[in-house]
């Protein structure tokens, strides 16, 4: 059964600081890995989606990694703004098996 | 284009009352998934749907909850006699058909307070 964890659970930094989040997965045998952001009370916005072929995807500040091999992905966050306060929640979609797996996402508070 | 639309946003109910939530995919998607979210908690997956069949259900509870997505019209998620215990947020998602390697799309979630 795929598990997956995020680390830290919860990080604060004040705004400018570049920082990373980590994810990671128990089976490596996985279609695709997205990032997602999450607001408060609100839904989920699609940030990245990395084939399990590819090593890494860039969109703006931000890059996401993925060692499959070890199951791991990363989340780069480039020149951090309060508006980037969010849960930032990491899924992978499993080769065998028909959902997305989701770990309990990384808290971010970004401070002027 | 728009995207996953889910209706209602917030529904209040009584316990033992029904619950029905429904999901119409971004247009030229077929595949539809349910996801619950308790509060302080991840998403976690209850079922997979594609027009008139259920694909994956092993995440939805075996009493109370069903879920359908006919040939025409929305995908719904039904709860029957309510409890407090179903209070949570509800998202749907969907992608496009063919294998599963194409991105997941979500809406803003249904949700779901039992008073």
């Known amino acids: 059964k795929q598990e997956v964890t995020q680390i830290p659970a919860a990080l604060s930094v004040p705004e400018g600081e570049n920082l990373v989040l980590n994810c990671s997965f128990t089976d490596s045998a996985i279609y695709n890995l997205q990032w997602f952001r999450q607001d408060p009370g609100k839904g989920l916005t699609s940030l990245l989606l990395?084939?399990?072929?590819?090593r890494e995807q860039t969109s703006g500040r931000l890059n996401a990694s993925l060692d499959k091999s070890s199951g791991r992905s990363t989340l780069y966050i480039a020149a951090s703004q309060p508006g980037d306060s969010a849960t930032y929640l990491c899924a992978v979609y499993n080769n065998a098996g028909n959902m997305l797996t989701f770990g309990g996402g990384t808290r971010l508070m970004v401070k002027p | 284009n728009a995207g996953v639309m889910q209706n209602p946003r917030h529904l209040v109910r009584r316990r033992g009352q029904e619950a029905r939530l429904r999901c119409s995919p971004m247009?030229?998607?077929?595949?539809v998934y349910w996801y619950r979210q308790l509060p302080e908690e991840g998403l976690k997956f209850m079922v997979y749907l594609q027009k008139e069949n259920i694909i994956d259900e092993s995440g939805m509870p075996k009493e109370r909850f069903s879920a359908e997505f006919p040939k025409e019209g929305p995908s719904i998620l039904r709860i029957q006699q309510v409890v407090r215990g179903d209070s949570a947020a509800y998202f749907c998602?969907?992608?496009?058909?063919?294998?599963?390697?194409?991105?997941?799309?979500f809406g803003e979630g249904s949700r779901l307070t039992v008073l």
């Open positions: 998602a969907s992608s496009q058909p063919g294998t599963p390697t194409g991105e997941l799309f």
């Open positions: 990395i084939q399990s072929s590819q």
């Open positions: 247009k030229g998607h077929s595949h």
